[in-house]
């Protein structure tokens, strides 16, 4: 069974673009969740989609939005990028995204802004 | 506001030793909690999924526990290998509100086992 797949691995932007990441999460799961990882915040939860809506929010600015596709499929999108934007995207999915199901992450996406 | 520490944060052992990592968390209030571990630069590998109406979870050389009243987990591993060099963290999925999807992670504890 295929794992949770993120494209592209690598990303080198400038400040001001914008930027989107892709995540397949594994099959039969409807469930995906993003975390930015950072050497100083650590882990932080983004946002969460099931059935193509978003049901959760972490306490990020608007710059940061999210959609997701009726194969499940989700792409996260960073606009106006900024050098503190710089970080590992990593998504997760889930059965059904309830707390009673096992997250699975993929190797994320590693954002370089300059 | 869900807080989840882990102690100690770097943590060097000789081959052999077995050893444990904590983790803390301020709510009680939890569905699940999970273990993971991250080599460097790359993704998180799922090691053990502890529901809160579970004491702990076994698997190969891996042992987790959970008290929820307490607040307290730990990570056991025995016989510590050079391949166990990783990062390992504990997160925790609380009960509630608008929890879907969410994992409320430790800074995490930096192992290296040297041969």
């Known amino acids: 069974k295929a794992g949770v797949t993120q494209t592209p691995r690598y990303l080198i932007k400038t400040r001001g673009q914008q930027v989107t990441l892709s995540c397949s999460p594994i099959s039969g799961h409807r469930s995906v969740s993003w975390y930015q990882q950072t050497p100083g915040q650590g882990l932080q939860f983004l946002f969460e989609y099931f059935s193509e809506t978003q049901r959760n929010k972490g306490n990020f600015p608007g710059r940061f939005s999210g959609r997701q596709f009726s194969n499940s499929r989700s792409e996260m999108n960073v606009s106006t990028l900024e050098l503190g934007d710089s970080a590992l995207y990593l998504c997760?999915?889930?059965?059904?995204?309830?707390?009673?199901?096992?997250?699975?992450f993929g190797p994320g996406t590693r954002l370089t802004v300059l | 506001k869900q807080e989840v520490t882990q102690i100690p944060a770097a943590l060097s052992v000789p081959e052999g030793e077995n050893l444990v990592l904590n983790c803390s968390f301020t709510?009680?209030?939890?569905?699940?909690l999970q273990w993971f571990r991250q080599d460097p630069g790359k993704g998180l590998t799922s090691l053990l999924l502890i529901q809160s109406s579970q004491r702990e979870q076994t698997s190969g050389r891996l042992n987790a526990s959970l008290d929820k009243s307490s607040g307290r987990s730990t990570l056991y591993i025995a016989a510590s290998q050079p391949g166990d060099s990783a990062t390992y963290l504990c997160?925790?999925?609380?009960?509630?509100?608008?929890?879907?999807?969410?994992?409320?992670f430790g800074q995490g504890t930096i192992l290296t086992v040297h041969p």
């Open positions: 997760a999915s889930s059965l059904s995204g309830s707390s009673y199901n096992e997250q699975f």
């Open positions: 997160a925790v999925w609380r009960a509630g509100g608008t929890s879907y999807g969410k994992l409320t």
């Open positions: 709510d009680s209030a939890i569905y699940n």
